[in-house]
């Protein structure tokens, strides 16, 4: 009985330890507030340098291609890298025009996490753009997780469909 206890102890022990740690504030009113510790600055995309997108309408056009992702990930795969290659083309040839890369996953996970999933994935061909030479306040970035599919089949080759990165053109 004293080995249960013990190995029960144990269990409980490191299931708290194992919690996300939180750190307490102090909110206006002296009411003492726990949050969780906040992701270091230094691990956040810029955006600030992104053109606005807000209002604006984009267009699909014929000399982007689109690139696709493997499932749960945001590799840029050997296979799309001359995908990316000719669109990052394009830009450097026509300077004037910005765009935006939309982010999109399948319908599986959460909505959170397909966002989050969908912005890094936009985000990985932007920064391969920028190391292209394109200038990075030219291009945009977008997540629209599940909510945009390209194919609404809910089977494998749907799905495989969906887990893309598009660059549209902002008019």
């Known amino acids: 009985?004293?080995?249960?206890?013990?190995?029960?102890?144990?269990?409980?022990?490191?299931?708290?330890?194992?919690?996300?740690?939180?750190?307490?504030?102090?909110?206006?009113?002296?009411?003492?507030?726990?949050?969780?510790?906040q992701i270091p600055i230094g691990s956040i995309p810029d955006f600030s340098q992104e053109p606005s997108i807000r209002g604006t309408e984009t267009e699909k056009t014929p000399d982007f291609e689109i690139v696709y992702f493997p499932?749960?990930?945001?590799?840029?795969?050997?296979?799309?890298?001359?995908?990316?290659?000719?669109?990052?083309?394009?830009?450097?040839?026509?300077?004037?025009?910005?765009?935006?890369?939309?982010?999109?996953?399948?319908?599986?996970?959460?909505?959170?996490?397909?966002?989050?999933?969908?912005?890094?994935?936009?985000?990985?061909?932007?920064?391969y753009y920028v190391q292209l030479g394109v200038k990075p306040n030219r291009i945009a970035t977008v997540s629209y997780g599940e909510e945009m599919p390209q194919d609404t089949r809910h089977n494998e080759a749907g799905w495989a469909r969906n887990r893309r990165a598009e660059t549209k053109i902002i008019k």
Not at 9 to 20: H, P, Q, R, T
Not at 107 to 127: C, D, F, H, S
């Open 71 to 127: 499932f749960d990930s945001s590799v840029i795969s050997s296979a799309t890298l001359e995908t990316l290659n000719k669109n990052a083309k394009y830009l450097k040839d026509n300077a004037t025009v910005n765009i935006v890369v939309e982010g999109h996953c399948d319908e599986r996970g959460t909505t959170e996490y397909n966002l989050a999933l969908g912005q890094k994935r936009a985000v990985k061909v932007k920064e």
């Open 1 to 37: 009985m004293k080995n249960y206890f013990l190995v029960v102890l144990l269990f409980v022990c490191f299931a708290v330890n194992s919690c996300a740690k939180k750190q307490t504030v102090v909110a206006k009113d002296n009411e003492k507030v726990a949050v969780e510790k």
